[in-house]
Antibody
Framework: QVQLQESGPGLVNPSGTLSLTCAVSGDSISSGNWWSWVRQPPGKGLEWIGEIHHDAGTNYKPSLKSRVTISVDKSENQFSLTLSSVTAADTAMYYC??????????WGQGTTVTVSS | EIVLTQSPGTLSFSPGERATLSCRASQSVSSDYLAWYQQKPGQAPRLLIYGTSTRATGIPDRFSGSGSETDFTLTITRLEPEDFAVYYCQQYGNPPEYIFGQGTKLEIK
């Protein structure tokens, strides 16, 4: 059974950098899947942030591309998200997820990140 | 950029009824790239349907998907109490990007 678990600070200062990690179990980060981050502001819908494949690179949402980096740590079987220059608009539940053949089939439970001083 | 529009924002049904949810794309999309998710309060989304009409593992057969080009539908026959949730459609675009509709909330009448 594939499981994903997000971790990271729940509170980030405005203009700071948000950093989250997703630990993967039950699957290898080096498998043929893509590994994604999706967020959901309070009371709103889902917004895809970006994805990474262990040897095929990354894809990012165009409107976030200048602030987002997704990376992989094969030795730890995990992947990470950094989002720079955050504002209150980046306050959201952040999900890590596994993507395969144009769909997201496994989701983490999510972690809440609040941007506030 | 493709925009997915789900309307209406809220639908009200009684258990046992049949619900039809709509997802309309701003331009023609591949049916291979269209998926549906269910999200209950406090939970992560769950994949229901992919490739327009293929049920994900463990999804009951009362859930079905259909459609093509710009109009896609999720149908739930014989609504169960646990089916009342928010449903999102999703398209995988080119350049690579997952695009979600804004969601339809299915509530108990």
């Amino acid at each position: 059974q594939v499981q994903l678990q997000e971790s990271g600070p729940g509170l980030v200062n405005p203009s700071g950098t948000l950093s989250l990690t997703c630990a993967v179990s039950g699957d290898s980060i080096s498998s043929g899947n893509w590994w994604s981050w999706v967020r959901q502001p309070p009371g709103k819908g889902l917004e895809w942030i970006g994805e990474i494949h262990h040897d095929a690179g990354t894809n990012y949402k165009p409107s976030l591309k200048s602030r987002v980096t997704i990376s992989v740590d094969k030795s730890e079987n995990q992947f990470s998200l950094t989002l720079s220059s955050v504002t209150a608009a980046d306050t959201a539940m952040y999900y890590c997820a596994r993507a395969t053949t144009f769909r997201i089939d496994v989701w983490g439970q999510g972690t809440t990140v609040t941007v506030s001083s | 950029e493709i925009v997915l529009t789900q309307s209406p924002g809220t639908l009200s049904f009684s258990p046992g009824e049949r619900a039809t949810l709509s997802c309309r794309a701003s331009q023609s999309v591949s049916s291979d790239y269209l998926a549906w998710y269910q999200q209950k309060p406090g939970q992560a989304p769950r994949l229901l349907i992919y490739g327009t009409s293929t049920r994900a593992t463990g999804i009951p057969d009362r859930f079905s998907g259909s459609g093509s080009e710009t109009d896609f539908t999720l149908t739930i026959t014989r609504l169960e109490p646990e089916d009342f949730a928010v449903y999102y459609c999703q398209q995988y675009g080119n350049p690579p990007e997952y695009i979600f509709g804004q969601g339809t909330k299915l509530e108990i009448k």
